[in-house]
């Protein structure tokens, strides 16, 4: 979790004999919004359970695990709304991450389904500054399916995993993570992963493009001092040329993101905020690919999210605005796909139990 939400720091634990102590935890959540330019299908108006899980998880010991499940949305700027119901079946299924883990001393490796090593923001909303997850993020994987081994000498921590990309079952991705700590305020993180070979589908949960990458990189610096966290980071990705899987010119993003968090001092209350740009390459007559609002497209994004947290109790506002320029029509925001601004205001509350 990255600030500004608190995880309870007491959950239910059990000890097994001869086996170790097992934590239960969980979160509750609801989350309501209004917004204009609606995508097909959305509503200017709905409410919905954005988290209903509960993790269950053995820390320590040579052998652990963690298991989450439940229904969950995962809401993010520039894209339609999908209701909680639908996301879950559609993507990751009522189990959405789950794995064992094995740990020696400085090393471990992990295997199951595994959280990304990709991006500054995480899967879902508990676990970020904002409620909505922005443009960067709807570039990367969330989940992948595979095994991850881990390596920690000094400052310097290290990942390297087999995975199956953006959940398309397919085992041809390698992705990697170098991550410096540098002092107790601040860490650099590189991280680079690509697809292999090639995957000749695409669904909902595995976009064809995105998931036929030869690389999507990230350089996150992340600092943290007193009531301050701020957290800049580029982020490159390059789609594969490939005839056979309809791609018939590499195509490419380019992004730039700064979260930042503010805990006000003698206070239960924390103020988080996101910019970000992002541009993509080609031109509609050029046979580039879309990945953004169409081939050349640009969008830049402002997010501002207060929040209140008591113990496991929280409630958060949010107010967005995503702005497009240089779309093709018929592939950028709103009804028709022709707007190029879209705001939304949401608010989130719930228990991390």
Same mark, same amino acid.
């Given at each position: 979790?990255?600030?500004?939400?608190?995880?309870?720091?007491?959950?239910?634990?059990?000890? %097994?004999?001869?086996?170790?102590?097992?934590?239960?935890?969980?979160?509750?959540?609801?989350?309501?919004?209004?917004?204009?330019?609606?995508?097909?299908?959305?509503? #200017?108006?709905?409410?919905?359970?954005?988290?209903?899980?509960?993790?269950?998880?053995?820390?320590?010991?040579?052998?652990?695990?963690?298991?989450?499940?439940?229904?969950? /949305? $995962?809401? =993010?700027?520039?894209?339609?709304?999908?209701?909680?119901?639908?996301?879950?079946?559609?993507?990751?299924?009522?189990?959405?991450?789950?794995?064992?883990?094995?740990?020696?001393?400085?090393?471990?490796?992990?295997?199951?389904?595994?959280?990304?090593?990709?991006?500054?923001?995480?899967?879902?909303?508990?676990?970020?500054?904002?409620?909505?997850?922005?443009?960067?993020?709807?570039?990367?994987?969330?989940?992948?399916?595979?095994?991850?081994?881990?390596?920690?000498?000094?400052?310097?921590?290290?990942?390297?995993?087999?995975?199956?990309?953006?959940?398309?079952?397919?085992?041809?991705?390698?992705?990697?993570?170098?991550?410096?700590?540098?002092?107790?305020?601040?860490?650099?993180?590189?991280?680079?992963?690509?697809?292999?070979?090639?995957?000749?589908?695409?669904?909902?949960?595995?976009?064809?493009?995105?998931? *036929?990458?030869?690389?999507?990189? *990230? $350089? %996150?610096?992340?600092? &943290?001092?007193?009531?301050? %966290?701020?957290?800049?980071?580029?982020?490159?990705?390059?789609?594969?040329?490939?005839?056979?899987?309809? %791609?018939?010119?590499?195509?490419?993003?380019?992004?730039?993101?700064?979260?930042?968090?503010?805990?006000?001092? *003698?206070?239960?209350?924390?103020?988080?905020?996101?910019?970000?740009?992002?541009?993509? /390459?080609? *031109?509609?007559?050029?046979? =580039?690919?879309?990945?953004?609002?169409?081939?050349?497209?640009?969008?830049?994004?402002?997010?501002?999210?207060?929040?209140?947290? !008591?113990? !496991?109790?929280?409630?958060?506002?949010?107010? =967005?605005?995503?702005?497009? #320029?240089?779309?093709?029509?018929?592939?950028?925001?709103?009804? &028709?796909?022709?707007?190029?601004?879209?705001?939304?205001?949401?608010?989130?509350?719930?228990?991390?139990?």
């Amino acid at each position: 979790m990255e600030g500004p939400l608190a995880v309870n720091v007491k959950p239910e634990s059990f000890d %097994i004999p001869d086996f170790g102590k097992i934590y239960v935890s969980g979160a509750v959540t609801g989350l309501g919004l209004a917004e204009d330019s609606k995508f097909p299908g959305d509503r #200017s108006a709905l409410a919905d359970v954005s988290n209903a899980q509960v993790f269950i998880q053995k820390v320590d010991g040579a052998f652990q695990f963690f298991i989450q499940a439940g229904a969950y /949305s $995962l809401p =993010s700027l520039g894209a339609g709304y999908v209701t909680s119901g639908t996301m879950t079946t559609n993507t990751y299924g009522p189990l959405p991450q789950a794995f064992v883990k094995f740990v020696s001393g400085n090393f471990s490796i992990e295997a199951g389904k595994l959280p990304t090593l990709c991006g500054a923001e995480y899967t879902f909303t508990f676990e970020n500054m904002n409620i909505f997850r922005g443009l960067l993020w709807n570039q990367e994987n969330a989940v992948n399916r595979g095994v991850q081994a881990n390596y920690t000498a000094g400052p310097v921590a290290l990942s390297l995993s087999w995975n199956d990309g953006y959940y398309s079952n397919r085992y041809n991705w390698l992705s990697g993570a170098a991550t410096w700590t540098i002092n107790s305020s601040n860490t650099l993180e590189f991280m680079a992963m690509g697809n292999m070979g090639t995957t000749d589908y695409g669904t909902f949960v595995t976009p064809l493009y995105l998931n *036929n990458q030869s690389n999507m990189d *990230n $350089l %996150i610096y992340s600092y &943290t001092s007193g009531a301050w %966290i701020a957290q800049p980071y580029l982020q490159y990705g390059v789609t594969k040329t490939g005839a056979a899987i309809g %791609i018939p010119k590499a195509s490419s993003t380019t992004g730039f993101g700064l979260l930042m968090n503010y805990a006000v001092p *003698n206070t239960s209350f924390n103020l988080a905020g996101r910019v970000e740009y992002e541009s993509s /390459s080609g *031109n509609a007559t050029d046979g =580039s690919v879309n990945l953004l609002y169409g081939p050349d497209s640009k969008a830049w994004s402002f997010t501002f999210t207060p929040t209140y947290q !008591v113990g !496991v109790l929280f409630t958060r506002a949010e107010i =967005s605005v995503v702005q497009a #320029s240089s779309i093709t029509r018929g592939m950028a925001l709103g009804p &028709t796909g022709t707007n190029r601004e879209q705001t939304r205001f949401a608010i989130e509350t719930g228990i991390l139990f």
